[in-house]
């Protein structure tokens, strides 16, 4: 195949529909971590494909039409479940979301096309069998040529105990070219609190040892940081905004870091290695570029990140 002809963009990982509850309101919105990021990349201007598990009903619908109206492609082989999963998302008095799940994470028996310039899984399902068996089977196959990122998005209730968390990590991370890592993310899975120099450091090292190039952190209102396994480290301070909830900032987050790694030219079997090799300059950009798409997000309710027309490369 001609390098040339990499262009897809796919996210493999749950979908699900938020139930939001704020002050005794309660209210749904089509959510989910992987399927918030390919929303958020479609937005930017980068068409996402998500290969997800839903089943033809309420909730299933309401994610498919959300997601097409934002130019995401659902594939088909997703519909093969009983019911499409949920979250009951309480938000506390700082805007924070605390979550309750009735989900399910298989995967359809579907294969990759070979037209994958960059693959991103995340969340639960990237660690909750069945079906994280056979996104590990996938990104085997992918890591020559596809560029591979991957958020943990910690979800306690889901991923048994660190420790276990951490033995799928270990098979998982070998085959990660970007992570992207909360401060909750961190303490959760590595006991490290990424906003002290000193463990930040140590969390940068371990996730390096798998051969991993760049890892991102977001702390909330400590700001955002940039590790590269090339030795550069870069901060960016939390914007000057009035937070409505977090639901979906670390996604859009993760979106804008792909959606400028495209625009980086950091796609596909070569982008691979670019990825590597990006300046301060560049990685300053991509830094900045994703802490504003996150600070949109944080300014409104729910899932619901910015366009290309409101936050500019």
């Known amino acids: 195949m001609n390098k040339t002809q990499q262009q897809d963009v796919l996210v493999i990982g749950e979908a699900l529909v938020d139930i939001v509850k704020k002050t005794g309101n309660i209210a749904e919105h089509p959510g989910g971590s992987p399927a918030n990021v390919a929303l958020g990349l479609s937005r930017l201007g980068t068409p996402a494909v998500l290969l997800t598990w839903l089943a033809h009903d309420r909730y299933g619908e309401m994610i498919e039409a959300h997601l097409k109206a934002n130019g995401v492609q659902v594939q088909t082989a997703s519909f093969a479940a009983h019911k499409t999963s949920s979250a009951l998302a309480t938000i506390q008095e700082n805007g924070s979301a605390v979550y309750d799940f009735d989900v399910t994470w ?3 028996a ?4 070979g037209t994958e310039a960059l693959i991103h899984v995340g969340s639960f399902s990237a660690l909750m069998d069945p079906g994280s068996k056979r996104i590990l089977e996938l990104l085997k196959q992918a890591k ?4 591979i990122s991957y958020d943990p998005n910690a979800r306690p209730a889901l991923m048994g105990t660190p420790a276990e968390a951490q033995e799928a990590l270990r098979q998982l991370l070998p085959l990660v070219d970007v992570v992207k890592l909360s401060d909750e993310d961190s303490q959760w899975f590595f006991n490290l609190d990424p906003t002290k120099a000193d463990q930040r450091l140590k969390l940068a090292e371990t ?4 051969g991993v190039k760049l890892l991102f952190i977001t702390a909330g209102k400590s700001g955002a940081y940039l590790l590269s396994a090339s030795g550069y480290e870069l901060g960016q301070q939390a914007g000057e905004v009035e937070v409505v909830d977090t639901v ?3 996604d859009s987050f993760m979106a804008a870091i792909l959606d400028g790694l495209r625009r980086l030219d950091c796609l596909g079997e070569q982008g ?3 990825i590597g090799k990006l300046s301060i300059p560049e990685l300053e950009k991509l830094l900045n570029y994703a802490s504003r798409v996150a600070d949109v997000t944080v300014s409104r309710a729910g899932a619901n990140p910015p366009t290309q ?3 500019a490369w």
């Open 144 to 147: 020559t040529r596809t560029v």
């Open 110 to 113: 579907a294969t990759l096309n």
């Open 207 to 210: 996730i390096f040892e798998y």
């Open 272 to 274: 691979k290695e670019k």
């Open 248 to 250: 979906g900032a670390g």
């Open 309 to 311: 027309d409101e936050v």
């Open 106 to 108: 298989e995967l359809p």
